[in-house]
């Protein structure tokens, strides 16, 4: 799941890309809507699926699909499906699928949120009127990703652990969104250039202990925001593995 995004829309093969090369040569962009994971085929019992379709991976897995549709096809006008569908049939039945709310019960007995909904939220403040370039350099962690035979999705050569983008809106405002794709290691990152994040630092993460950790429940997985006063871009920041990290800073 975390490689398949990538190879949709960031290389020559996806069939995203593809669209987008097709929509470009004649004039046109695309829109996208009804974003979501799509779990409705192959073989998984209803453990399974409840370990990771409403999990913190797949709420990662939607926002860094969105954003590498806005960063290489091009596609700025984005909407996840939906805000509130508690479940659908899967193949068939007798299992279900916990989709395609972002939410569970908004405004309910439990008010609860889906990971899906934490991540578009935190996405959405770091989204600002003009994307920026970003170059990873260094380290940078691949993985490839053998055929599934459950789906057919693969196989994925030199999917990257780390996604970045960032933005800034004209003026002062600039934000960085970094995201670890690893499912067992933490990653350091240090930044460079006159956009780096430096000095004081809005640092909003989503990320939980466990890669299945969900909020069907509980609310088990929700972001975390916290202010550093003196942050120092040489300095290495350690992201943890299945993460998404936003800095918002002024330049």
């Known amino acids: 799941m975390f490689a398949e995004p990538e190879s949709l829309d960031s290389v020559a ?9 097709m929509a470009t040569a004649a004039g046109k ?29 797949a709420g990662l897995d939607v926002a860094n699909h969105m954003l590498l549709m806005m960063r290489d096809d091009n596609i700025k006008t984005q909407q996840v499906w939906s805000l509130h569908e508690y479940y659908n049939e899967f193949n068939g039945g007798p299992e279900t699928v916990p989709i395609f709310g972002a939410t569970i019960d908004m405004g309910g007995e439990t008010n609860l949120k889906r990971p899906l909904y934490y991540a578009e939220q935190l996405v959405n403040t770091a989204i600002l ?9 260094g380290a940078n962690p691949t993985w490839n990703q053998p055929l599934s035979s459950n789906g057919n999705i693969g ?31 933490a990653l350091p990152v240090t930044f460079s250039d006159v956009n780096a994040p430096t000095g004081t630092v809005t640092v909003s ?42 800095f918002t800073y002024q330049q």
């Open 13 to 21: 093969s996806g069939w995203m890309y593809q669209n987008m090369q």
């Open 29 to 57: 962009k695309l829109a996208v809507y009804e974003v979501n994971v799509g779990p409705f085929g192959g073989n998984a019992s209803q453990s399974q699926i409840n370990s990771t379709i409403p999990s913190v991976a």
């Open 129 to 137: 009127p003009n994307m920026l370039g970003t170059t990873v350099t």
């Open 155 to 185: 196989p994925i050569s030199n999917a990257h652990d780390l996604q970045t983008f960032a933005f800034s809106d004209g003026g002062l405002n600039r934000s960085v969104v970094v995201i670890n794709l690893s499912r067992t290691s």
């Open 205 to 246: 993460q989503l990320t939980s202990a466990n890669i299945t950790d969900g909020n069907e429940v509980s609310a088990v997985v929700a972001p975390t925001s916290k202010v550093l006063t003196n942050f120092q871009p040489a300095t290495p920041y350690s992201l943890p593995p299945f993460s998404m990290t936003v």
